[in-house]
Each structure stands twice: as C-alpha cells, then as structure tokens.
Nanobody, 122 residues
Framework: VQLQASGGGLVQAGGSLRLSCVAS????????LGWFRQAPGQEREFVAA????????YYADSVKGRFAISRDNAKNTVYLRMNSLKPEDTAVYYC????????????????WGQGTQVTVSS
C-alpha cells in the first residue's frame, strides 16, 4: 500500500483544514488507518485513528472535539477534518495504515505516507 497525503497549508488560528490521504492498492478496506504529526524538534505523535469498518475512532486528547477522522473505502481515502486550529497544531501530518487499530494507534503501522505541512498562525 502506498499512501499520498495532501491538503495541508497555512491557516489562521481558529480556522479549518481537511487533510486527505489516498492509498493505492486493492486492499485499502482491509487496513485500519490513522494520522500522526511531528512538529519541529519533537517526536512524532498520534493524532487519530479509524477502524477497518469505520465504526470506531480514537483521538489524542489534544485534538478531541476539534478533529474528525473518516474514511471512504470506495475512494481509497482517509480524511482528517481539523477545526478550531491552534498554533500548537502546526506540524507535518502523516497518514498511516496498519493491520489493526491497535497497530495504528501504537505507531507501528506497516505503511506511512510522505507527510503534508500544516501551519497555523496566531
């Protein structure tokens, strides 16, 4: 599976963005999916994950209530809707695919996208 993330950009605090991650391959629907982010000088951190069937989602406490993850298996795409953005959300955002939800949440996904930059100005 190859993952291609897009949708990042520069936005003012309080604004919104929607990230997309398109996957190649015919087994997209067999993977749990997630988003991680890495700010300069910091370690990569978990943001959100969604189960294979899409019925279960997990979020980092820092984004809960502001971000929403979703997936469209027909389009081989996972989305991250980000609302009420804050300067501390500034980071490179990566999508990931793994065999189970725990694999993705634990950061041990088998597949990773190349990242898309999100910058939130104050």
């Amino acid at each position: 599976v190859q993952l291609q993330a897009s949708g990042g950009g520069l936005v003012q605090a309080g604004g919104s963005l929607r990230l997309s991650c398109v996957a190649s391959g015919r087994t997209f629907s067999s993977y749990a999916l997630g988003w991680f982010r890495q700010a300069p000088g910091q370690e990569r951190e978990f943001v959100a994950a969604i189960s294979i069937g899409g019925g279960t989602a997990y979020y980092a406490d820092s984004v809960k209530g502001r971000f929403a993850i979703s997936r469209d298996n027909a389009k081989n795409t996972v989305y991250l809707r980000m609302n009420s953005l804050k300067p501390e959300d500034t980071a490179v955002y990566y999508c990931a695919a793994g065999s189970t939800l725990n694999t993705v949440v634990g950061g041990t996904s088998h597949y990773w996208g190349q990242g898309t930059q999100v910058t939130v100005s104050s």
